[in-house]
């Protein structure tokens, strides 16, 4: 875990150089959000939320409490891997009905778009798309400016106000929810479908930025952290398990460090090892089943709910076997089950753990509280554990650290950086 800790501390410094970035795997983009909430924000604002396969629009209202009206709407798969002009205007239509819906119609509101990939940021309004990760594969994005190709979906409709404040990814948001309400929030952490982590960092050390070194004299940093290992450096932990699951996904070779952590992956590499298992002998008297032998067939959801079952008790487990077609499972066979299910998210949060301890000895700040959001932390019965126990073997001596579950930030968070950037505006 220190070797992990050390390569990402590395990675990250790359990341930060003008003259490494262009190599760096981690690319720590700065978001152009230099200032949290002050817990005054309000005002109305709407939210665009886009970050897997449904998206959501969300009206929020913030003030002393902050209310929220919001819809959610799917991207069907063939938008997902067609023209990128197709996904915006789907997303321009989406927003249209949802304004309608509720009569904003003349009402200019301010929005926030939360844009959950790799992107460079050029300001807080400009977001060059890096890579699609995700399952997404729009063609006519990847180097493109999204917040552009949003306006321009708008703008081709022709019935819809909106002026867009800032683009942020959910990780940005995850912090600023957060640290509306607790102001010591440093760092956002998403595991979820994928996983990526910012923090505030001091300007000195950002040599990427170019901006005006103002108070106040920090930003927060999009780590971009799933693809660390891309160059090799997590290649002394990996398995055949992670080979296997990279090579068969949609973009080999690439977040790695995603790979090992995130839901996307993590039912595919236990059922990777259950394969394998039942291929030595080892597992259900040596007899596999056509849905275990599928790709995809054991959800990271079967993790967490065979991990809920209590010691010994292995209810969830046979219920799950059954759906894969192992109807006479052992007690024996459940346990290893389960022993698989249990390495496979350990191991996860484990290296989740080793990234926050990283950004934590950098802050090097007496006491942070650390946003997290994500299925994988929310729904998983130990990962919150793991991660703590692990970050707290892994920090300077005298950090005190939380972890802090977010409400929201993808959507709240949205609003936030929209009323901060309102704020500022005002001020300036």
Request: hydrophobic share 40%; glycine share 8%.
């Amino acid at each position: 875990m220190r070797e992990v800790c050390d390569r990402m501390e590395e990675e990250i410094n790359k990341g930060l150089g003008k003259d490494t970035n262009p190599e760096a795997t981690v690319k720590c983009f700065p978001t152009y959000v230099r200032d949290l909430p002050n817990g005054k924000e309000n005002g109305r604002f709407l939210a665009l939320d886009l970050g897997g396969t449904k998206f959501r629009v969300l009206l929020i209202e913030l003030g002393d409490k902050c209310s929220m009206d919001s819809r959610i709407y799917a991207v069907p798969q063939p938008i997902m891997i067609g023209p990128g002009d197709g996904l915006f205007d789907h997303l321009a239509e989406c927003l249209a009905s949802f304004i309608k819906e509720r009569e904003l119609g003349d009402e200019i509101l301010p929005l926030g778009f939360t844009f959950s990939f790799p992107c460079k940021q050029e300001s807080l309004i400009k977001a060059r798309l890096v890579c699609w990760t995700k399952g997404f594969q729009c063609s006519g994005v990847e180097g493109n400016d999204v917040v552009e190709l949003l306006n321009l979906a708008i703008s081709r409709r022709g019935d819809v106000k909106i002026k867009l404040i800032a683009v942020l990814n959910d990780t940005t948001g995850t912090l600023m929810s957060c640290a509306w309400k607790n102001h010591n929030c440093r760092i956002g952490l998403i595991v979820g479908t994928g996983t990526n982590a910012c923090y505030m960092e001091k300007l000195e050390k950002v040599e990427l930025w170019d901006e005006d070194r103002d108070n106040p004299p920090q930003v927060i940093i999009n780590t971009e952290w799933g693809a660390f290992g891309d160059a090799g450096c997590l290649d002394f932990i990996r398995t055949e398990y992670d080979n296997n699951t990279d090579r068969e996904s949609i973009n080999p070779g690439r977040q790695l460090y995603e790979k090992m952590i995130s839901g996307m992956y993590m039912g595919e590499i236990a059922r990777q090892v259950l394969v394998h298992l039942v291929s030595q002998g080892l597992l259900f008297g040596g007899y596999t089943s056509d849905i275990l032998l599928e790709k995809g067939s054991f959800f990271t959801k079967y993790i967490s709910e065979i991990e809920s079952d209590k010691v010994g008790d292995y209810n969830n487990c046979r219920n799950i076997l059954e759906e894969l077609g192992f109807n006479d499972a052992t007690d024996a066979d459940c346990a290893n089950v389960r022993h698989v299910c249990t390495s496979v998210s350990r191991r996860a949060a484990y290296l989740a753990a080793a990234g926050v301890a990283v950004l934590l000895n950098r802050i090097n700040e007496e006491s942070v509280t650390v946003a997290v959001d994500g299925s994988v932390y929310r729904f998983h019965p130990h990962f919150h554990n793991l991660m703590v126990e692990q970050i707290s073997h892994l920090i300077k001596p005298g950090i005190k650290f939380d972890l802090m579950l977010s409400e929201d930030g993808s959507g709240r968070g949205a609003a936030l950086v929209a009323a901060v950037a309102t704020r500022i505006a005002a001020k300036s």
